[in-house]
């Protein structure tokens, strides 16, 4: 079965932690993309990668880290400088313009 | 920098009538407009999407109107249906930009039976 897997569904933190959110993907795609969503809001880009090994910056980046040592894998770590840890956390993936999305990591963190 | 305004935010359907949802985009370097369909508690799926060349395309009870001029697209469901019941984001994408995309803020859809 062909997909993006991300894992937990669910996560809970306490503040002042770091935690790290998992991302893979079998589709053979080379662009890999962190969003994050707020209740009754549209995604924002977090950051994204393109190849293995590099990575850019997205529109809200401050307080997150991530790694893209694999082509199947690109894990977001929230760091406790992220002042507003709590949200809907999505994974994506493609090759071309055709984004496919995880199924997403909801992280409450108090 | 709001670059994709996407309206209305929820809106409410009988069965078999038509939705539609609007949205308006600010610059015109855009290379693709995708539509998402996401369901409470789920990823986006792509549903429909169009390249600025093209003014409009058709899958199923789904349409997207393209209007390059007036900087505009728009989802239209046709014969809506109680599944249909989501939240529906537009994008937009520069190739240029590592495929970055810039999405709207969201319509809730309720269709009722």
């Known amino acids: 079965d062909g997909g993006i897997t991300q894992s937990p569904k669910y996560l809970f933190r306490k503040e002042g932690q770091n935690v790290t959110l998992s991302c893979e993907q079998n589709?053979?795609?080379?662009?890999m993309y962190w969003y994050r969503q707020d209740p009754g809001q549209g995604l924002r880009l977090i950051y994204y990668?393109?190849?293995?090994?590099?990575?850019q910056k997205g529109d809200i980046a401050e307080g997150y880290s991530v790694s893209r040592e694999k082509k199947e894998s690109f894990p977001l770590t929230v760091t406790s400088a992220q002042k507003n840890p709590t949200a809907f956390y999505l994974c994506?993936?493609?090759?071309?313009?055709?984004?496919?999305f995880g199924p997403g990591t909801r992280l409450t963190v108090t | 920098q709001q670059q994709v305004k996407q309206s209305p935010q929820s809106l409410i359907v009988q069965k078999g009538g038509i939705s539609i949802i609007n949205c308006a985009y600010e610059?015109?370097?855009?290379?693709?407009f995708p539509w998402y369909q996401q369901f409470p508690g789920k990823g986006p799926a792509l549903l429909i999407a169009?390249?600025?060349?093209?003014s409009e395309k058709k899958e199923g009870r789904f349409t997207i109107s393209f209007n390059k001029s007036a900087k505009q697209f728009s989802l239209h469901i046709m014969d809506s249906q109680p599944g249909d019941s989501a939240t529906y984001f537009c994008?937009?994408?520069?190739?240029?930009?590592?495929?970055?995309?810039?999405f709207g803020g969201g319509t809730r859809v309720l269709v009722k039976p």
């Open positions: 610059n015109t370097a855009f290379d693709y």
């Open positions: 589709l053979n795609h080379d662009a």
């Open positions: 994506a993936s493609s090759r071309g313009a055709e984004q496919y």
């Open positions: 994008a937009v994408l520069i190739k240029a930009a590592g495929n970055k995309l810039t």
């Open positions: 990668s393109q190849i293995v090994n590099d990575f």
């Open positions: 169009i390249r600025p060349d093209v």
